[in-house]
């Protein structure tokens, strides 16, 4: 979609220089710019702007940047009109109401005429496709799913039966939502299943990565909070509830029951044990880890294994390196009081 | 399926009270539980019963918590022997002989005709499938494999090709038995890819998580013991053998030729060097890692980077904590011990 | 495929021993060989070789250790030479143009008369596939992508529109590239997306383990070197770049803009922060972490989070298990003073 400089500097709100008319078509890096290219600027990276000739349509920047003669949008936030401006030039596709011949639809599945559904989708039955989803090739939609409005599941995405997904959610290749959890009674002998029949509810507008796998409860709710962004390769167990807003980085594993409040953010590789609760707006760093039933609270960064508060966690480390030094003093100490000993008292010490 | 509280009782070889003609038709939580539901109780729960009106059809709890006039079966083991009745009143689905249409059995595959194949599931030549399989929409079972009776394929599993799985086995969706195992050889110019052409074999009752992968042995074979429950996003490489009854936790990955015995319990991400060997019943907490080569040995508990006793963990880990005290100790003895040296022989320390 | 010891002796440019005219049919491990194995041994493993009878073809070996009367083909580097072995006994497939009934090209995508396109196979507009392509069941290739000759892409392979692969890469089951990027601006409200449109460049001879994602970069390239291998479950962010002949191995995560020089080796379970950078050669130990923006030097090996040179890991993993020692060194020191400091001036310490 292409709109003018002008047009898009009124969508944003923000003011601007220079040739209003000129169209712009795409956002992009500097190195890819071309004629028709909106580029970003952050102060710290102002060097760039001075490569001649400037090849973009247009910088997005804090107006003391952009030098005088250069179209440009000014924003004191650069990275997120960008982000904004983007979302304007390249909105999500839009459906079309095209049934792939190869798409199956069981008897009894209700699927909106505005929905795309792709090559070798599968809709079982019960099962209800919302108002402008786009389904890729190969999706799975167990019986009786739920998905709202807007839905955008790429390739290959599975949904077990009975989840519910609200509005514009976006699930990436390969994920899979509402699989058993795992959750065994040993007998003596053998693991005995205990029943997995909860079910998983996705909130509006989250996002979620690629081969991620978010488990169904065990007899209650997993629950994805409203504008959720969750990365690749994540694992929420059952009966998991994420708060809205909260950001999980890949590879991270959420064990089950556990309760992460609004806007925490999590990074990457990180396990929590089940039973825990991360409180609001709390930052965890990557690998860290948080042993079961532990309360991380609001207010502070945490790292580490088992986790920390940051300042604490950095003290510890610095000392952790400090250790052979340490082993030297005490050394020292040692040889030091025992002659002093010996001179003191040559009978004791 | 429904049961009468009488049947259900007699089922699970324990005594009742109450009515025994009731129906009970789900396991529920509490919160969930409508008047079919059968619910559960363990001892430090007792407030929930006190909850009132009670709503399920009976509690499975010790006969001490069931109060007077309520439907209730006795049980030392509750959330065992729930999980007994879960699997009662909740049986595994049973196969129809149903075969989608755009399923596809290459020529020379042996497809039980009990089996049931969901929509574009693949099964290649050679392949077999047996009595009372369940195959879901997508599933690729490649070239020579062999699936035993009652084995249950959820959406997108792929096996690559002569993979053996035994009886009752479930692979969760998106999962991957029989990869190439990673292994290369460096000829000072690139890698050399070294032989993946051994196999996987899966034993009864095993059941494996969302996006688990498994690979091939190299030469020989990578084997996962009857019974033995993986989780999602497991990785477990060439030539592995995990013994009966082992359990493992998500997002674990065990490198090549370990070997994990009998019973041992596997936490989450936790790592596994090659050729490891972890003794019967060995517990390990979730984030561990072990040494290539390492033998972890029966009657403990391990913890940690690398994996130690879970005694010697904790006391380390809480000195580990206590640095900061342990450093200002040293340095206020070598404070005193200065002063002291001054006291006693000025000219010296 | 068959060929006799001369004939594999020459192709590898070994001398031999023994019936050069015996037919070797495939690699095997000494358990599961065969009269047509070719076996391999390396020195530490001298004694397998005293089994009786020797029930191999030919035996790949240092010439000082092949007996008299064996069939046996001369190595210095009898692994190494294995895997070259084991590639001229079972060569990778050959593709034969067949293009299943189900597999679905769209208008105006070009597929080579000689690539394999399998059960639901689905090749999207203006993609192209080149000659010798095999693409399995289910593989899902996005509008414009771009594969060389004689890729391998195993079942459920997802490519996001326009990747492009060079040639004779190896997409294991599951895999997903050019997924989106996760990335995100905060506006105080919600987590705006920031544009994700770039693209992944993966080149010539990459192997890849299945399910691994591999995200596209945000304005600019992922891209993976020639002769790359990456495990399973890995996780590459957007613009990460991997240089020529890195490994990487299962459940390792790299973040986003991260660098991974030339024929660096990477353990599993590692994880790197954003904008990290790993010089060429380096080696990291399993379940390393790297701090954002570190960078890792040439020239040594490295363990450890946050990582640190694997001589000081040691030295510091060995103090931190003396911890007990070294807290009750500190306690004696501190009454031994004491006591020293009453015997020398009661009224002091």
């Known amino acids: 979609m292409s709109l003018s400089i ?7 709100q923000l003011p601007f220089q220079g040739d209003g008319t000129r169209r712009i078509a795409r956002v992009s890096s500097w190195d890819a710019a071309d004629r028709e290219s909106l580029v970003f600027i952050e102060s710290n990276e102002k060097e760039a702007l001075l490569r001649e000739p400037f ?13 005088p003669g250069m179209n440009g949008i000014y924003s004191d936030r650069p ?20 049934r792939h011949a190869s798409a199956m639809v069981a008897t009894g599945a209700e699927v909106d005429p505005s929905a795309d559904l792709g090559p070798n989708v599968v809709i079982e039955s019960r099962a209800r496709v919302g108002k ?52 065994y009674v040993f007998d003596g002998k053998e693991q005995i299943k205990f029943p997995q029949v909860g079910t998983v509810v996705i909130e509006d507008d989250v996002e979620i990565g690629c081969n991620t796998t978010i488990d169904r409860g065990s007899l209650g709710v997993t629950r994805i909070g409203t504008g959720a962004k969750i990365d690749n390769l994540v694992q929420i167990a059952h009966n998991v ?29 990180v396990g929590f044990g089940d039973h825990t609760r991360v409180q609001k707006g709390v930052v965890i760093g990557s690998k860290a880890g948080i042993l079961p039933g532990k309360i991380v609270r609001s207010g502070d960064v945490y790292w580490g294994v088992p986790v920390r508060p940051l300042r604490e966690y950095k003290r510890l480390n610095a000392l952790f390196g400090r250790l052979p ?16 000993w010996k001179k003191v008292d040559p009978g004791e010490s």
């Open 6 to 12: 002008s047009e898009l500097a009124t969508a944003l």
């Open 55 to 67: 090849g973009a349509a247009c910088v997005l920047a804090p107006k003391s940047l952009v030098p």
């Open 79 to 98: 990275k997120l009109d960008f982000a904004r401006a983007a979302i304007l030039v390249s909105p999500r596709p839009i459906s079309t109401g095209m």
């Open 132 to 183: 402008g989803c786009i389904l890729h090739a190969g999706v799975v939609v167990g019986a009786g799913c739920d998905i709202g409005e807007g839905c955008t599941l790429y390739p290959r995405v599975v949904l077990y039966p009975g989840v519910t997904l609200g509005k514009r959610v976006i699930l990436h290749a390969g994920s899979v939502i509402g699989g058993d959890g795992f959750g």
């Open 241 to 269: 509830e994420i708060a809205r807003g909260v950001v999980i980085a890949a590879q991270t594993g959420i064990s089950g029951s556990s309760v992460i409040e609004e806007y925490a953010v999590i990074g990457g590789q």
């Open 325 to 340: 030094e340490m082993k030297s003093d005490i050394d020292a100490l040692k040889a030091s009081l025992a002659r002093l």
